[in-house]
Each structure stands twice: as C-alpha cells, then as structure tokens.
C-alpha cells in the first residue's frame, strides 16, 4: 500500500535566519548523506522571519526535490520556536536537528544514525573543538553550562547545541512539555531514554552572520535556567537571611554604642554605603523574581507559539506517527 512506502524512516529539522547563501550547499550536502540512510527522508526548513530570499531558496528546493517542506513563519520567532515548529510536524523515525549555517557539518548524520541503530534514542553532537568563534562567546557558553550543571539536578550535556538525532518517542513527549520559554537541549535531558554522544569538530560560518544576538543569548541562557532550576530564588532567600543578621549585629553595636558608650558613630559615609547595598540587593532580587513571573505570564496567557504564514506541508499525519510510537 502506498502509505506503507511513504513512512519516513529519517526527518532533519533546519531552522533558517537569513541563511539563502548557503542554503543551496546545504541541500547537496544534507541530501547525499540522508539518502544514504534511507530514500524515505524529509527535510523540513523553518524559515525564521528571514529578511533576504531564504524563503524563494526554500520554494525552489521544494520544487525540485518532494521530500523537501518548508514552514515558513510570519516573523521572526527565535531558533528554539523554528525547531519546535519542525518537530510539531515531522514524521520520521528518526529525527535531526541540525543548525541551517553549516557549523554542524551534515556528514555526521551517518554516525549519530549509526548510534541510534544500535539503541540510543538520543544520539548528540558534543563540539570537540570550535572554530572561528570569539573567545567571548566560547567563555561565556563555557560558564552558563558550567553553572548550569551546578544549579540544575538534570544533566545537561556540556558543550552540545541542539545539533542531535532523536527518536520519534522522544519527539512526542517533547511535545507534551507545553512550556513556552523553550529549552530543548534541557527538556531532552530531562526526559531521560538511552543517550550518547558522538564528538564533531565545529566548523566556522561560511557565509552571514550569527543570528543570536547579545540579548538573545542571554534571554535563551535565562530561559535555560528558570527552566530548570529554582536555585536564584533559594540564593535570594539565603541573601536575605544573611543580611538582616548582619544587619541585627550591627544594630545591637548601634545602640550599645549610642546608649552605653555614649559614642554615635558621625557620618554620611557609613549611611550611603548601607543604602546603597541594600538598595542594589533588593533590585537584584525583584529581578530574579521577575525573571521568573514574566515566564509565569506567558504560560498563562498561552499564545500561540509561533504563527504560520505559508507551508508546502498538508494537515497533521498523527495517526501515521502514531504507528511507531508505543505509548
Ligand atoms: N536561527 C533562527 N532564528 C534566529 C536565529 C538563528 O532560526 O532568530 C537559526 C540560524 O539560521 C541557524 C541556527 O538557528 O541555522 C543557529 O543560529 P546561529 O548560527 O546564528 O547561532 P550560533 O551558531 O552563532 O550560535
Ligand atoms: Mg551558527
């Protein structure tokens, strides 16, 4: 039956930013690795809210080749939502992540496919090493996932993007995690099943620039940990204790110093260096707490998360996938 033959054994998810440079190189290399695996393959591309002709390079891809699908979103929603959109519409057996700028090299696929013939339903690329990236963005991801590591109970794999193979398990109880701030590297973690790593080295951009910004990595680091760890707020509790037995110390040196000894300590200096700290501490510890209310908000207000302008994907196959999933 003709259902039969268009089961999908491998799906790769590619989110795009401004990426139609390179997109035409990564079809050819994408293409002559999967197909190795197996002719039953899709390649899904989430254009991001692209601003160059990512999107016509996406159509002209569909065109020539039908295992090609696109999704292309209405503005820019962040690299995590352009890769949840692939894995809410992917149908393969077997699915990879894989970044759109060539920095994961698309050969590897044959080894993280290897891997998960073996029995591993997640299957990460660890960077070994990291070309042509600044030493500012090596040391900072280096910390968060150092610190990471330390505040969360789940382990978090270091030194790995979202460049990874996943079983089609995996993918629908990725789905169940309804959380909007999204950390896949974490939530898969945190979902458990037989993990391995295979070591790549990463390769610098060809072409364009990298499409995370300061601000972003610092939201999606954010975002990694409220995600998973409540440690800020037992640290702002464990502040708080902290100061105000100090604080009591020196009130008790205050009054015994004005009453007893008759000696009040004179003084601007002193008054200004404790407001101050208070101050900057309190604002601190409302920013924690923020961090973590404004993600409470947008759960609550449960919008969509992302919004589709065009697709060449038809409606929903559940029931296809369904078939591989044992529930
Ligand atoms: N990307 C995206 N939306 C964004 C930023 C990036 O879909 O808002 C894509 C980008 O096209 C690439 C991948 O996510 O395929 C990784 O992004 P990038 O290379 O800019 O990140 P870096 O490698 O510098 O961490
Ligand atoms: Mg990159």
């Known amino acids: 039956m003709e259902t039969i033959n268009k089961q999908i054994d491998i799906s790769v998810i590619i989110p795009i930013y401004n990426e139609e ?6 079809y050819e290399r994408l293409h002559k690795t999967v197909v190795q695996i197996s002719e039953h393959y899709e390649l899904i591309f989430v254009n991001d809210g692209s601003e160059d002709y990512s999107l016509l390079e996406l159509i002209k ?9 696109y999704i292309n979103f209405s503005r820019n929603f962040g690299h995590q939502i352009a890769v949840t959109a692939g894995l809410d519409a992917c149908k393969g057996k077997a699915v990879v992540i ?3 700028d060539l920095q994961d090299p698309p050969e590897l696929i044959t080894d993280l ?13 660890k960077r070994a090493e990291r070309k042509g990236e600044s030493f500012f963005k090596k040391s900072t ?11 969360t109970s789940i382990n978090i794999p270091m030194d790995t993007g979202d460049f990874r193979l996943i079983d089609q398990k995996v993918v629908h109880y990725l789905k169940q995690m309804s959380e909007q701030n999204k950390f896949l590297r974490g939530q898969i973690a945190w979902l458990g099943f037989r993990q391995t790593q295979v070591l790549f080295n990463r390769d610098k951009r060809k072409y364009g ?19 998973f760890s409540d440690k800020p707020l037992q640290l702002v509790t464990k502040l708080g204790f902290t100061i105000s ?7 008790l040196y205050a009054v015994y110093s004005h009453f007893i000894l008759d000696r009040t300590i004179t003084g601007w200096t002193s ?29 609550v207000l449960k919008r969509p998360m992302y919004i589709v302008e065009k697709s060449n994907i038809k409606k929903s196959n559940k029931t296809e996938v369904k078939k591989y999933v044992k529930i």
């Open 21 to 26: 440079q390179i997109i035409p190189e990564l």
């Open 61 to 69: 891809l569909s065109e020539q080749d039908e295992r090609v699908f």
């Open 98 to 100: 894989i970044d759109g």
């Open 113 to 125: 496919y290897s891997k998960h013939k073996e029995g591993y339903e997640v299957v990460y690329a």
């Open 141 to 151: 991801a280096k910390l968060f996932y150092r610190v990471l590591k330390r505040i």
């Open 209 to 227: 620039k990298t499409g995370y910004s300061l601000s972003k990595m610092l939201h999606f680091a954010m975002d990694g940990i409220t995600g």
């Open 245 to 251: 037995f100090i604080s009591f110390l020196i009130i």
């Open 271 to 299: 008054l200004i260096i404790s407001s101050m700290f208070i101050g900057g501490v309190q604002l601190i510890s409302i920013g924690v707490i923020g961090e973590y209310i404004s993600r409470i908000n947008k759960n």
